[in-house]
């Protein structure tokens, strides 16, 4: 894979209104997401959850950069203990009663060179998260 941001874009049988929700919304996030303290899209606010393998738990530190209601949600996403800053944007763009979601995860590069934080983790993790746990939980699958 190139060094360049990962993105992954997919459209969701869903108004932007239910997406917007279900990535803003704290209670709907934990239903599809991690299992988040406490959030709030607005701009400053940080947030951290815990996850990664049966390996080992990485602490993931964030702070919102960026929120325009139903059109887009960005915030860095950084490792404690671990050198690197990314950021991650959500784009939401409305297709008549449905949504394309693209999400983007610029700065995977300042990450160390550990496996843990190849890339391609990145892309699986991002394709589950929201080609099947997002997807099915905005479109009512095994609500």
């Known amino acids: 894979m190139s060094d360049g941001p990962f993105i992954i874009e997919r459209i969701f049988n869903a108004p932007v209104s239910t997406v917007w929700k279900a990535i803003t919304d704290n209670a709907e996030m934990k239903k599809w997401y991690f299992n988040i303290a406490d959030f709030k899209p607005e701009i400053g606010f940080e947030?951290?959850?815990?996850?990664?393998?049966?390996?080992?738990?990485?602490?993931?530190?964030?702070?919102?950069?960026?929120?325009?209601?139903?059109?887009k949600l960005s915030y860095t996403w950084r490792y404690?203990?671990?050198?690197?800053?990314?950021?991650?944007?959500?784009?939401?763009?409305?297709?008549?009663?449905?949504?394309?979601?693209?999400?983007?995860?610029?700065?995977?590069?300042?990450?160390?060179?550990?496996?843990?934080?190849?890339?391609?983790?990145?892309?699986?993790?991002?394709?589950?998260?929201?080609?099947?746990s997002l997807k099915n939980f905005v479109e009512g699958v095994n609500a």
């Not at 763009?93 to 995977?108: C, I, M, S």
């Open 47 to 71: 947030f951290n959850f815990a996850a990664g393998d049966s390996k080992k738990t990485y602490v993931h530190l964030c702070k919102v950069t960026g929120a325009i209601p139903e059109k």
């Open 80 to 132: 404690e203990g671990y050198e690197g800053n990314s950021e991650v944007i959500f784009e939401l763009f409305p297709e008549g009663d449905k949504t394309k979601l693209v999400l983007t995860h610029a700065g995977l590069e300042t990450f160390p060179s550990d496996p843990s934080f190849a890339k391609e983790n990145f892309a699986k993790g991002w394709a589950h998260i929201i080609g099947a």
